[in-house]
């Protein structure tokens, strides 16, 4: 469906995996389209506008919807066909929605993360792209549809608060790959297609593990040679009632360099007070530092 002009589609219910469902939002590149994929996944609240209109507390943050976010990511990634998967569930309760990505990370009713081992995430990631590509060759951006095989494609993985949670069950599942790697080749050779990995301000509802400190599990990740970006803002950093934030941030950050990973740490708004706009407003300010 293509209801927002000519750049960007929502594709409902792209089949995966058993009983696995995800709705996805393209944006095809601005620019000369190239093999960059942005895929994004996006925190408590942001759903696609309709929905969004809804509920009294989501409507405050109408402008942080979907559709909206994958224009901005477009915007600053204007070579990139944009991905943003929206969450299977959206728990909505009096005063909140919350995101749950239930495809691909285990948590509770509040889509609070319990990460585990093998919850195949990545293959459900794989599965939903190459649905993605097929839908892609439909709209004939270029001539030689043939270009979009996923062996061409450089991959960048986005988090975005809620959203973070995601790429940290992918942490745990490479740590799994690279001790089972005769295990599935063809999840093996698409970890290798992961270029960049971006976490903005990652945050949830649980009390620990907002940012993977496993000695183990970022030795797996450090061998992969994934270029890491961390966006930081007061909002997360200076959350007073959640300090375990902080500390897990400094100790992935430092753990990583240490282990000789390509590491870009920003803080944006640093000079500002801890606000919620300026959580959501690292959004338009990914590329400022670049």
Not at 238 to 243: G, K, L
Request: with cysteine; proline share 3%; net charge neutral.
């Amino acid at each position: 469906m293509n209801d927002m002009g000519s750049r960007t589609w929502i594709w409902k219910n792209i089949p995966n995996l058993t009983g696995r469902h995800n709705d996805v939002i393209y944006t095809q590149p601005r620019s000369q389209p190239t093999h960059d994929f942005l895929i994004f996944f996006g925190g408590d609240v942001q759903d696609i506008s309709e929905n969004m209109e809804k509920h009294a507390d989501s409507k405050k943050y109408m402008k942080w919807n979907l559709e909206n976010t994958a224009t901005m990511l477009s915007e600053q990634f204007p070579k990139s066909h944009i991905f943003v998967i929206r969450p299977s569930r959206m728990m909505i309760t009096k005063h909140a929605v919350f995101s749950c990505f239930d495809n691909f990370v285990p948590g509770d009713k509040y889509g609070t993360p319990s990460f585990c081992p093998m919850y195949m995430a990545l293959k459900h990631l794989r599965n939903l792209l190459l649905c993605c590509l097929e839908h892609i060759k439909t709209l004939k951006i270029v001539e030689d549809t043939n270009s979009y095989n996923i062996e061409a494609t450089n991959l960048s993985l986005m988090g975005f608060s809620k959203g973070c949670a995601v790429l940290n069950q992918f942490l745990y599942e490479f740590h799994y790959y690279n001790d089972n790697s005769d295990k599935d080749t063809d999840i093996n050779n698409f970890i290798k297609l992961i270029k960049d990995m971006w976490w903005l301000d990652g945050g949830h509802n649980g009390s620990k593990n907002t940012w993977i400190t496993d000695q183990d599990i970022l030795r797996s990740f450090a061998k992969l040679k994934i270029n890491t970006h961390i966006h930081v803002t007061p909002y997360q950093m200076q959350d007073h009632h959640r300090p375990w934030i902080r500390i897990e941030e400094n100790s992935f950050n430092e753990t990583l360099r240490k282990m000789g990973v390509s590491v870009e740490r920003t803080l944006h708004f640093g000079n500002k007070t801890r606000s919620l706009s300026s959580h959501f407003n690292v959004l338009t300010d990914i590329n400022n530092v670049q």
